[in-house]
């Protein structure tokens, strides 16, 4: 159920939140927050909220999905009931499915899958509350949980969006702006190879529209890759390795 639609999404050359247009809202990451997961994110990105547990390298259950040549990757994307405004029905949906499949395939290039044969990596990721961009932030806490859990990777996929809300291309769409704005831009990029391993568009942008969204929503990535390796450096690098 959405919110009411603003009359307006840009207010004196200011968002709704107060964002300028190529601003992030606040983040934090911490990583390796749940004792039982190997690996585990927590991630609060404005007023999202969401945890990432990575479980593996591990049997495969079934094992008819075992490959012989790779391990298999599987992220499932949750939303709790509270985590929207109306109370979600519990239990997968049409958009939940297509959430766990493009968050998996943004990171099936990435990990080193075939240094684990016939084994499953599970990444289980659970919306406590969403406020928009819940894709990227998802996306962006299961790499840091599959670092955690050190899986082996290329490098961390870091997520943001771009969209065009009242005529402005603009950083990091909210519920409001992603509901009501004209498009939404979600970008997956790994920063050491320069490759996009999400990209969705969801409305109309022209060409240059498009062009000039992408490179906002890198460049907001990119802020978002730094966040990710602190956390990361925040468990590993310090003297108590973080407490669980
Ligand atoms: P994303 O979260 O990646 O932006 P969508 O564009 O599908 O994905 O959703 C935009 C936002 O709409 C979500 O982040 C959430 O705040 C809200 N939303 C999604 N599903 C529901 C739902 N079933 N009920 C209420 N709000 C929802």
Not at 189 to 197: A, F, K, L, M
Not at 226 to 240: F, I, V
Request: with cysteine; charged share 30%.
């Amino acid at each position: 159920m959405k919110v009411g639609k603003p009359e307006k999404l840009i207010v004196n050359g200011k968002r709704l939140d107060g964002r300028a247009f190529d601003e992030l809202r606040p983040i934090k990451i911490k990583a390796g927050v749940l004792k039982r997961a190997d690996g585990s994110c927590y991630l609060e990105w404005g007023k999202n909220k969401i945890i990432a547990a990575c479980y593996g390298p591990r049997e495969v259950h079934p094992r008819h999905l075992a490959r012989p040549d790779r391990a298999i990757l599987r992220c499932v994307y949750k939303m709790a009931p509270f985590s929207v405004k109306e109370r979600k029905k519990p239990g997968p949906d049409r958009r939940s499915v297509e959430l766990s499949k493009v968050i998996t395939e943004a990171l099936e290039n990435v990990v080193f899958l075939n240094l684990f044969p016939r084994s499953a990596i599970d990444v289980y990721i659970e919306v406590l509350q969403a406020e928009g961009g819940t894709r990227c932030a998802s996306l962006t806490a299961a790499s840091v949980a599959l670092a955690d859990a050190g899986v082996p990777m290329k490098d961390l996929v870091a997520a943001c969006a771009a969209g065009k809300v009242d005529g402005e291309i603009v950083l990091d769409l909210f519920e409001l702006e992603d509901n009501y704005g004209e498009a939404d831009l979600p970008v997956g990029i790994v920063p050491r190879t320069g490759e996009i391993t999400l990209l969705q568009m969801d409305g109309n942008l022209t060409r240059e529209e498009f062009e000039k969204a992408l490179d906002l929503a890198i460049k907001g990535a990119l802020q978002v890759y730094e966040l990710q390796k602190a956390a990361l450096k925040e468990k590993y690098g310090g003297e108590n390795g973080g407490e669980q």
